[in-house]
């Protein structure tokens, strides 16, 4: 073997070495939001919501092998709703979804001829096309016999969406994991909670799942969305660990040291009483803030090392 072949030989072995650590991380994460959020039990029919992105296209192939694997039965039935907008290339999830062999329907609604009809033109069309979308994603669940319905956001989502709710709804609130539905009838279930954008984006690459592009409706894209994410994303260039760190936070609410009186009754203190679980009395200590950010998975250390960022303590 000459030198070329030898070096496109271990060129290979890498990209399938590092292709095989990223799909076991995602792997590992969806697990884990399962069990974390119980968000799939045994007999569930999951339907899961395929729009052509990488995000749900990684749903879809992540919860695919955790069927196969999984000591529960579940059932996966992928569901594309096609919104009539232009453009819209029929043909290719079909073909996708016949190529992996799994249950789908696609549903065919015009939603975007609605959208175009009620929503004056430069007005903003995504309120009114969400609520049409997720109106007919319900009856479809129903008509399917669905358990749950699974979605295609992630971590970053969840944090670009606590930042938008904090800046301009003055509430402290993400999305959630796992929510029911207004009527009780309907379970949401985020499986990619714990997954970064970039590990899916990189696995999608690497997939390469036939992407459909998502400027097809013609809105303009949401600004404020943009300049949050681009904050995120700058924040971890210049500060590896706190994206990470935030999420962290997340999942480790101290109701007693916010400010929101239903979520703790501040009103009924009283002397003498002993609050369990609560994180300690600091009314007269600096709050410690930790220097290093909180660092949830040991992957995560070897990203920024891999990234060149050496100095970099990882802490529990
Ligand atoms: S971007 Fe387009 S398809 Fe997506 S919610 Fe907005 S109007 Fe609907």
Redesign the pocket.
């Known amino acids: 073997m000459n030198q070329e072949s030898q070096q496109n030989t271990q060129k290979e072995k890498k990209i399938a070495y590092n292709l095989n650590k990223l799909q076991k991380r995602l792997r590992r994460n969806v697990g884990n939001a399962i069990a974390d959020f119980n968000m799939i039990e045994d007999g569930d029919k999951v339907m899961v919501c395929l729009s052509g992105g990488k995000d749900s296209y990684t749903l879809l192939d992540i919860l695919l092998n955790l069927k196969i694997n999984a000591p529960i039965h579940f059932d996966i039935v992928a569901v594309n709703l096609d919104?009539k907008?232009p453009g819209f290339p029929e043909h290719i999830l079909p073909e996708y979804l016949n190529s992996i062999g799994v249950e789908y329907k696609i549903v065919e609604e015009n939603t975007y001829g609605i959208?175009k009809e009620k929503i004056p033109e430069g007005k903003t069309?995504?309120s009114l096309?969400?609520r049409l979308?997720r109106g007919i994603l319900y009856r479809t669940a129903t008509e399917l016999g669905a358990t749950k319905i699974a979605l295609g956001h992630h971590r970053d989502d969840m944090l670009e969406t606590l930042f938008l709710n904090m800046f301009y709804g003055g509430k402290l609130k993400s999305m959630p994991p796992k929510l029911i539905s207004d009527d009780g009838k309907q379970i949401v279930i985020r499986p990619l909670a714990y997954c970064k954008e970039k590990d899916i984006e990189k696995y999608a690459q690497a997939k390469a799942f036939p992407i459909i592009p998502?400027n097809l409706?013609g809105?303009q894209p949401n600004l404020q969305r943009q300049v949050v994410k681009e904050m995120l994303q700058m924040w971890d260039r210049q500060y590896p660990g706190r994206i990470e760190t935030m999420f962290s936070a997340l999942q480790n609410v101290t109701p007693s040291h916010l400010c929101d009186p239903k979520l703790f009754d501040f009103k009924n203190i009283q002397r003498g009483a002993v609050l369990e679980g609560i994180e300690g009395d600091i009314a007269f200590d600096k709050a410690e803030i930790p220097t290093t950010p909180v660092i949830q998975d040991e992957d995560d250390v070897n990203d920024y090392t891999e990234n060149g960022i050496i100095n970099f303590k990882a802490v529990e």
């Open positions: 919104q907008q959208v069309t995504c096309c969400s979308r998502c409706c809105s």
